[in-house]
């Protein structure tokens, strides 16, 4: 009775354990947003990367209304690399365990995108 | 022998009882109309009295009820007693969701934060992520209606860099930001941090975007912490409307702020507009559009 007990607490307890050691850093480094350009949503097409440390978040294209979510994983500091026709543009973010809104307005000078949180 | 009827002596004789009992019939339907609409209207005033009396009574029993709560919540703070912390935090949490468009919580907060930190309490940890749940959730809700009406941009700060920097502080990118047809240019200063109670003393700027409508620069010194309520705890500019900031996230290494600019009518319930700024708007409202 007692070693059945055993054999059925054990993995509970290994899996209560790992969820203690891991919960923060699941929900931690959500960094969500929108992408802006001239005063309306990104064209299509537009996508979002991020890099925080030394960790690569592949690129993920932007929604219609502009919208875009990365789940980092770790907080710091991330930066956002914005691709928009063919152009890139980076802007940095701090990711924080509570998730945290960055909109970005792109802007094109000079032929050259550049990027800024607003 | 009497004189031959024509046809229309046939016809009036045949017609002149019928017009009579048409024109009674007519008056019995105009009469009864009348009467119908009469009833409708006086029903329709019925309905609206009873629904406004309905109204007013359901708002003096929330306002009795409502009054009743605060004063006993607050007692339990006033109290000199040091009470247990479970049902302070517990008060705290009524207040916070209940009186937050109303009251500046942000004293009962930090009286509570300071409380918590001296408690030997081994659950204080637990109360303290309570309160800072309570606050952020209603910073969160308050932003959210206010982001509706307004317009808001967000920065980040390097805490480690705002300490090198003494004094001085760290300029924060100026934002322009247009609400209500009017742009202005919103600047933040940050002057100090104090990492144990997590509050950033802070210098706001606003002022007319270059070449734009002339405003008085409205300049402005305060501390900002997860406690503050951008609906209470905000800055009134000269033509009215209001800009607030808030601590949005917070890390060893980081805070990020939110402001959010806004028109007057948005500000809590006890804001109360200057004359001069309601003699204004009703001038705006009366004259005439292009």
Same mark, same amino acid.
């Given at each position: $009775?007692?070693?059945?007990?055993?054999?059925?607490?054990?993995? $509970?307890?290994?899996?209560?354990?790992?969820? !203690?050691?891991?919960?923060?850093?699941?929900? !931690?480094?959500?960094?969500?947003?929108?992408? /802006?350009?001239?005063?309306?949503? !990104?064209?299509?097409?537009?996508?979002? !990367?991020?890099?925080?440390?030394?960790?690569?978040?592949?690129?993920?294209?932007?929604?219609?209304?502009?919208?875009?979510? /990365? /789940?980092?994983?770790?907080?710091?500091?991330?930066?956002?690399?914005?691709? $928009?026709?063919?152009?890139?543009?980076?802007?940095?973010?701090?990711?924080?365990?509570?998730?945290?809104?960055?909109?970005?307005?792109?802007?094109?000078?000079?032929?050259?995108?550049?990027?800024?949180?607003? | 022998?009497?004189?031959?009827?024509?046809?229309?002596?046939?016809?009036?004789?045949?017609?002149?009882?019928?017009?009579?009992?048409?024109?009674?019939?007519?008056?019995?339907?105009?009469? #009864?109309?009348?009467?119908?609409?009469?009833?409708?209207?006086?029903? *329709?005033?019925?309905?609206?009295?009873?629904?406004?009396?309905?109204?007013?009574?359901?708002?003096?029993?929330?306002?009795?009820?409502?009054?009743?709560?605060?004063?006993?919540?607050?007692?339990?703070? #006033?109290?000199?007693?040091?009470?247990?912390?479970?049902?302070?935090?517990?008060?705290?949490?009524?207040?916070?969701?209940?009186? +937050?468009?109303?009251?500046?919580?942000?004293?009962?907060?930090?009286?509570?934060?300071?409380?918590?930190?001296?408690?030997?309490?081994?659950?204080?940890?637990?109360?303290?992520?309570?309160?800072?749940?309570?606050?952020?959730?209603?910073?969160?809700?308050?932003?959210?209606?206010?982001?509706? +009406?307004?317009?808001?941009?967000?920065?980040?700060?390097?805490?480690?860099?705002?300490?090198?920097?003494?004094?001085?502080?760290?300029?924060?990118? @100026?934002?322009?930001?247009?609400?209500?047809?009017?742009?202005?240019?919103?600047?933040?200063?940050?002057?100090?941090?104090?990492?144990?109670?997590?509050?950033?003393?802070?210098?706001?700027?606003?002022?007319?975007?270059?070449?734009? *409508?002339?405003?008085?620069?409205?300049?402005?010194?305060?501390?900002?912490?997860?406690?503050?309520?951008?609906?209470?705890?905000?800055?009134?500019?000269?033509?009215?409307?209001?800009? *607030?900031?808030?601590?949005?996230?917070?890390?060893?290494?980081?805070?990020?702020?939110?402001?959010?600019?806004? @028109?007057?009518?948005?500000?809590?319930?006890?804001?109360?507009?200057?004359?001069?700024?309601?003699?204004?708007?009703?001038?705006?409202?009366? *004259?005439?559009?292009?």
């Amino acid at each position: $009775m007692t070693r059945r007990r055993t054999q059925v607490l054990a993995p $509970m307890g290994a899996l209560a354990l790992g969820a !203690a050691l891991f919960a923060p850093f699941a929900f !931690a480094g959500e960094i969500y947003g929108r992408v /802006i350009s001239g005063n309306a949503a !990104a064209p299509a097409g537009t996508t979002v !990367a991020a890099k925080c440390a030394d960790a690569d978040y592949p690129a993920k294209p932007i929604d219609a209304k502009g919208a875009y979510h /990365i /789940i980092a994983g770790r907080t710091g500091k991330c930066t956002l690399t914005i691709t $928009m026709k063919g152009q890139s543009a980076t802007v940095d973010v701090v990711s924080y365990d509570d998730p945290v809104e960055a909109d970005i307005v792109l802007d094109t000078r000079d032929g050259k995108l550049s990027a800024r949180r607003r | 022998m009497g004189e031959k009827k024509d046809l229309w002596d046939k016809a009036a004789v045949l017609l002149q009882p019928v017009g009579g009992g048409l024109a009674a019939l007519a008056v019995a339907v105009v009469g #009864l109309r009348g009467s119908q609409v009469l009833n409708d209207r006086q029903a *329709a005033e019925t309905n609206a009295r009873l629904y406004s009396e309905l109204m007013s009574r359901r708002e003096e029993a929330e306002s009795s009820l409502r009054k009743d709560m605060l004063v006993s919540i607050i007692q339990s703070f #006033l109290r000199p007693s040091a009470g247990d912390l479970d049902s302070l935090v517990l008060n705290l949490e009524l207040l916070a969701y209940n009186f +937050h468009e109303s009251l500046n919580l942000k004293p009962l907060f930090l009286d509570l934060q300071r409380r918590l930190a001296k408690a030997p309490d081994p659950e204080r940890e637990e109360y303290r992520a309570r309160i800072d749940r309570v606050a952020r959730e209603i910073t969160a809700r308050q932003l959210f209606s206010l982001e509706g +009406h307004g317009d808001s941009f967000r920065r980040s700060i390097d805490l480690d860099e705002l300490e090198k920097t003494g004094r001085f502080g760290l300029d924060l990118e @100026p934002e322009e930001v247009q609400v209500d047809n009017t742009r202005v240019v919103v600047a933040l200063r940050v002057l100090e941090v104090d990492r144990r109670q997590q509050q950033l003393f802070v210098r706001l700027t606003v002022s007319s975007p270059e070449g734009g *409508a002339e405003l008085t620069d409205s300049r402005a010194m305060f501390s900002v912490g997860f406690y503050d309520f951008p609906l209470i705890d905000n800055t009134r500019l000269a033509n009215g409307q209001r800009c *607030a900031v808030t601590m949005s996230a917070w890390s060893k290494t980081n805070a990020d702020l939110t402001i959010t600019c806004f @028109p007057g009518e948005y500000a809590s319930l006890k804001d109360r507009p200057y004359i001069d700024e309601v003699m204004r708007k009703l001038t705006e409202q009366a *004259a005439p559009k292009p």
